[in-house]
Nanobody, 123 residues
Framework: VQLQASGGGLVQAGGSLRLSCVAS????????MGWFRQAPGKERELVAA????????YYADSVKGRFTISSDNAKDTVYLQMNRLKPDDTAVYYC?????????????????WGQGTQVTVSS
């Protein structure tokens, strides 16, 4: 499995960005997809994840109501729409996936990772 993330950039606080992650092959029916982030000096954290059917999602408390994860199976792409961005959202964002056989959305155990994309939010 190969994942290619894009869409990061520099934005002012209150602005929006949309991250995209293209997967090699049609994997969404058997993989849960997630977006993680890691800020300098901090541990990597799961920001959002979506189940293989798209019916279940997970959001970190810090992004609830501001970020939305979605997937387009026809394009083998998962998105992270980020609105009302804050300086604390500044980090390298990674997409990741994990093979799964149910509709559960795990918070760990992701096996495959894309390269990161930098998101910088200025105050």
């Amino acid at each position: 499995v190969q994942l290619q993330a894009s869409g990061g950039g520099l934005v002012q606080a209150g602005g929006s960005l949309r991250l995209s992650c293209v997967a090699s092959g049609s994997i969404f029916s058997t993989y849960v997809m997630g977006w993680f982030r890691q800020a300098p000096g901090k541990e990597r954290e799961l920001v959002a994840a979506i189940s293989r059917t798209g019916s279940s999602t997970y959001y970190a408390d810090s992004v609830k109501g501001r970020f939305t994860i979605s997937s387009d199976n026809a394009k083998d792409t998962v998105y992270l729409q980020m609105n009302r961005l804050k300086p604390d959202d500044t980090a390298v964002y990674y997409c990741a996936c994990r093979r799964i056989y149910n509709d559960y959305v795990p918070t760990g155990g992701y096996d495959y990772w894309g390269q990161g994309t930098q998101v910088t939010v200025s105050s």
